[in-house]
């Protein structure tokens, strides 16, 4: 069946540290590919999205981008901050589905210090 | 920008009483959705909602779940008996024809707690 799965955390870094999370699918089809973010106490936002392999889904200074060969949408930072300490989720979902649902990974959670 | 809307944020109720969890989707999207986050665990799908029948469920929807949209513009899931292991944060979604395929708006939950 169609899953996601990401890497375990959590990951603890110092301010400006280089971010990667890891994120690997299995799926039949092309899916599309997202991230969401879920800061503490509020909902899951839409951080970034690809929807077809070698697209580049980028936000607030987050890229992804969509590897069919290696089915990864591997989420990166160059420089993270205090403020992006939240839950990480990947996820993927059939843009043909007569549905939409969203199936996703069991988050990461990522805490930067100062 | 436009929000989806859930109330309430947090609920405590008793096992085996019914609960009605509400959610305000964006006014102009046609796609509805539940999903549920147990603690710690990953988030999961519970049913879609489309042209005000159900489309999919997932097998944590049985007979004590159920979804309404009672007016034109809120979308109501209700538990019917509720158990321990209902207690999760609950997430309504929607999505208008165009964005189905590629994201969705959630609202910012329901923490449910069963006792």
């Known amino acids: 069946g169609n899953s996601v799965t990401q890497m375990e955390g959590p990951v603890t870094l110092s301010e400006e540290a280089f971010l990667t999370i890891n994120c690997t699918y299995t799926?039949?089809?092309?899916?599309?590919l997202f991230w969401y973010v879920q800061y503490p106490g509020e909902g899951l936002q839409l951080l970034l999205k690809?929807?077809?392999?070698?697209d580049k889904g980028s936000n607030k200074g987050f890229e992804a981008t969509y590897r069919k060969e290696t089915t990864s949408f591997h989420l990166e930072k160059g420089s993270v901050q205090v403020s992006d300490s939240a839950v990480y989720f990947c996820?993927?979902?059939?843009?043909?589905?007569?549905?939409?649902?969203?199936?996703f990974g069991q988050g990461t959670t990522l805490q930067v210090k100062p | 920008e436009p929000e989806v809307t859930q109330t309430p944020s947090h609920q405590v109720t008793q096992m085996g009483q019914e609960v009605i969890l509400r959610c305000v989707p964006i006014?102009?999207?046609?796609?509805f959705y539940w999903y549920r986050q147990i603690l710690g665990q990953k988030v999961e799908f519970l049913v879609s909602?489309?042209?005000?029948?159900?489309?999919?469920k997932s097998e944590i929807f049985d007979d004590q779940f159920s979804v309404e949209r009672p007016d034109g513009s809120n979308f109501t899931l209700k538990i019917r008996s509720t158990k321990l292991e209902d207690s999760a944060m609950y997430f309504c979604?929607?999505?208008?024809?165009?964005?189905?395929?590629?994201?969705?708006?959630f609202g910012s939950g329901t923490r449910l707690t069963v006792v």
């Open positions: 909602f489309y042209n005000n029948e159900i489309s999919e």
């Open positions: 690809a929807t077809k392999a070698d």
């Open positions: 979604a929607s999505s208008g024809a165009t964005q189905r395929a590629y994201g969705y708006t």
């Open positions: 799926a039949t089809g092309y899916p599309s």
């Open positions: 996820a993927l979902n059939y843009g043909s589905s007569n549905t939409g649902k969203l199936i």
């Open positions: 006014s102009n999207h046609l796609y």
